[in-house]
């Protein structure tokens, strides 16, 4: 798999400083574990946390802060040794453990034109959606007046900008206005989040818009 559409240095520090709503965490998330290099450089803005941390200056804890902390881990049931992770499904773990399982157990709802979508729970700052747009079929044109970060999963889709495969990962703001159209060959299944309704341009979809919190 050749990942050619990668997250931002600014959205890897964001996440690493634990800044984003949930839903972009777990795009993040998601892309990190089908993507090497972005999670090199992740790691990297950990170690510039760590140093941080490192060089602060302390703050001294009650006196018996140690011995409860290590009568507390006495008590810890021995963990099972960890199961093996199946890699036959599309999800990656990140999203496996939010869905409860792979693409078998979500949950779509139509929402025109044969795209299918279905939102997942996070908190309110940001919306995360899985989205399913048949081989062939258009998103309709739509601005944004936010951020949405769109990660491929199966499938492909082209807009205006280039063509987008597994892995890769669409970064648009307020200055991409796009109609997203999954390739012929494969269903397109795409996780989404946002932090602002879109701009639609069609009346259908702006009508359809509250309905769908899209
Ligand atoms: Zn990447």
Redesign the pocket.
């Given at each position: 798999m050749t990942?050619r559409h990668?997250?931002s240095d600014q959205l890897l520090m964001a996440y690493a400083a634990g800044q984003l709503p949930e839903a972009f965490s777990l795009v993040v998330a998601a892309?990190l574990s089908l993507?090497d290099?972005?999670r090199a450089q992740a790691d990297s803005f950990d170690a510039v946390g760590g140093a941080v941390l490192e060089e602060a200056g302390e703050i001294a804890m009650g006196e018996d802060a140690l011995a409860r902390t290590l009568a507390r881990i006495e008590w810890l049931p021995r963990a099972a040794a960890p199961k093996p992770r199946r890699a036959a499904g599309i999800f990656p773990a990140p999203l496996v453990d939010y869905v409860g399982g792979d693409l078998p157990a979500v949950r779509w709802r139509r929402v025109g034109g044969g795209v299918r979508q279905a939102i997942l729970p996070t908190d309110r700052d940001a919306t995360a959606r899985l989205l399913y747009i048949p081989a062939g079929t258009a998103v309709p044109d739509h601005g944004h007046r936010g951020l949405e970060l769109t990660l491929v999963l199966q499938g492909a889709f082209a807009d205006e900008t280039d063509r987008f495969s597994r892995g890769d990962v669409e970064i648009a703001d307020e200055a991409l206005e796009h109609t997203p159209v999954a390739l012929a060959g494969q269903d397109c299944i795409c996780l989404a989040a946002t932090d602002a309704p879109l701009r639609f341009r069609g009346l259908i979809p702006r009508l359809a818009q509250p309905l769908f919190r899209i």
């Open positions: 990942i990668h997250l892309h993507c290099d972005c």
